[in-house]
Nanobody, 115 residues
Framework: QVQLVESGGGLVQPGGSLRLSCASSGIIFSMFHMGWYRQAPGKQRELVALSIMGGVTNYADSVKGRFTISRDNAKKTVYLQMNSLKPEDTAVYYC?????????WGQGTQVTISS
């Protein structure tokens, strides 16, 4: 079965950092694109960062320069390094694997930025 499990969320003060992880199983990881999305209360889910299997990355304008997506194909894990965090980064963060006409989602991990 396919499973994506996020970890690393928590409560951080503004200006702090977090590193999210998404461990996958049941897929040939290197053949899938991976993405991080987030959803804040009362808002729609939005793309945060994208890692295409060929090596290309893309970021939302709101996080560019602060967040970095990376992947470890051997560990079948994708990461999101988040620096200089702001209160507006508060959201549930979701991991997605997609390709070949299918997509899979993790259950999400809560990130709260507050003093």
């Amino acid at each position: 079965q396919v499973q994506l499990v996020e970890s690393g969320g928590g409560l951080v003060q503004p200006g702090g950092s977090l590193r999210l992880s998404c461990a996958s199983s049941g897929i040939i990881f290197s053949m899938f694109h991976m993405g991080w999305y987030r959803q804040a209360p009362g808002k729609q889910r939005e793309l945060v960062a994208l890692s295409i299997m060929g090596g290309v990355t893309n970021y939302a304008d709101s996080v560019k320069g602060r967040f970095t997506i990376s992947r470890d194909n051997a560990k079948k894990t994708v990461y999101l390094q988040m620096n200089s965090l702001k209160p507006e980064d508060t959201a549930v963060y979701y991991c997605k694997a997609f390709g070949a006409g299918v997509e899979y989602w993790g259950q999400g991990t809560q990130v709260t930025i507050s003093s």
